[in-house]
């Protein structure tokens, strides 16, 4: 039996010193944490054993952990998953830590969140919808605050414990059939089909991706209301307005994918995910191989 390198040795909450709280969720804190053998810094997300199983959100957690593992550190655009553990009340994810905040914080700040840093952001979250969907997961959260940024203000998609998993089995099948899901997004980002079939498919991480693009051109949501009953019913009457001096390749856009119907929104009927979106005029000039550093933010 070869002993445990240090990599694959099982952690314990003795192995980190616990700092800040980072984030709160409804069943979650992700705290700082700093490994005491090496330094390096994680976010650690811990959740309470007795909230999950009172609250029925085992599968949720079970799907988390399913998801970050397939995704493993095969995309630079999603947070990672280095080690789980569990102590008698509580399970524990040791994540990357995005030292540099969430997005929203950034396109809050219109003086330095320009067109340029939109169209960079929106291609590197474009890049990372499209690995996560060929590998058969729907995000089904995508919003600003969970678009993160690494080290090098490189995007860091995250909380994917609301994801489904396409049974590789049968995904047509999967797409086609009704299922009553009880879960829905974030209000402002949710699609019409998660409002009236509670149907998510692929498409409806193309109408949040529309939503984010929306937001990161002129900081504001295109679907905002005083209550989520309000925001839903502006959804499905699709109506939002443009602001004044909004981009006009990027009106274009959002307009090609902020569309009712799923499989009429652009890139849904694409062979290659996302040809039709890449050589939108918006991404004109761009190289999706290489999008370059990113532009110079807060
Ligand atoms: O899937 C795994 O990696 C293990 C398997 C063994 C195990 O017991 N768990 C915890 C399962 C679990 C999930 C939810 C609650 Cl409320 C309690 C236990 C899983 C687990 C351990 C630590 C952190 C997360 C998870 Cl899902």
């Known amino acids: 039996m070869t002993p445990p390198t240090e990599e694959s040795r099982k952690r314990t909450p003795t192995d980190y010193i616990f700092g800040k709280v980072l984030g709160e969720g409804s069943f979650s804190t992700v705290y700082l944490a700093k490994d005491v053998h090496t330094g390096k810094e994680f976010a650690i997300k811990v959740l309470e054993k007795s909230h999950i199983i009172r609250e029925k959100k085992t599968e949720y957690v079970m799907r988390e952990k399913e998801v970050l593992r397939i995704l493993g550190n095969s995309c630079p655009y999603f947070v990672r998953l280095f080690w789980t553990f569990q102590d008698r009340d509580r399970l524990y994810f040791v994540l990357s830590y995005a030292k540099n905040g969430d997005i929203l914080t950034q396109i809050d700040n219109r003086k330095t969140f320009t067109i340029h840093c939109a169209r960079y952001y929106a291609a ?26 690494d080290e090098n203000w490189h995007l860091l998609i995250t909380d994917l414990g609301s994801a489904k998993i396409l049974s590789s089995e049968k995904p047509e099948a999967d797409k086609s059939k009704t ?15 998660m409002l009236t079939d509670s149907q998510s498919s692929f498409e409806s991480d193309l109408w949040a ?6 937001q990161m051109v002129c900081g504001e949501m295109p679907f905002r209301g005083g209550s989520e009953y309000l925001v839903f019913q502006k959804i499905l009457k699709l109506e939002y307005a443009f602001p004044e001096g909004f981009d006009e390749c990027a009106k274009d856009l959002v307009e090609s994918l902020l569309v009712i119907e799923p499989g009429k929104r652009l890139g849904a009927a694409d062979e290659r995910r996302y040809s039709s979106i890449r050589q939108h005029e918006f991404f004109s000039g761009r190289n999706f191989d290489d999008l370059g550093p990113p532009p110079k933010l807060g």
């Not at 299922?179 to 089909?193: I, K, L, W, Y």
């Open 124 to 149: 590197e979250l474009l890049l990372g919808i499209e690995f996560l969907h060929d590998k058969g997961i729907i995000h089904r959260d995508l919003k600003p605050e969970n678009l993160l940024f």
């Open 179 to 193: 299922r009553r899901n009880s879960f829905v997004g974030t209000a402002q980002f949710v699609s019409p089909e």
């Open 209 to 214: 991706f529309g939503c984010i693009l929306f």
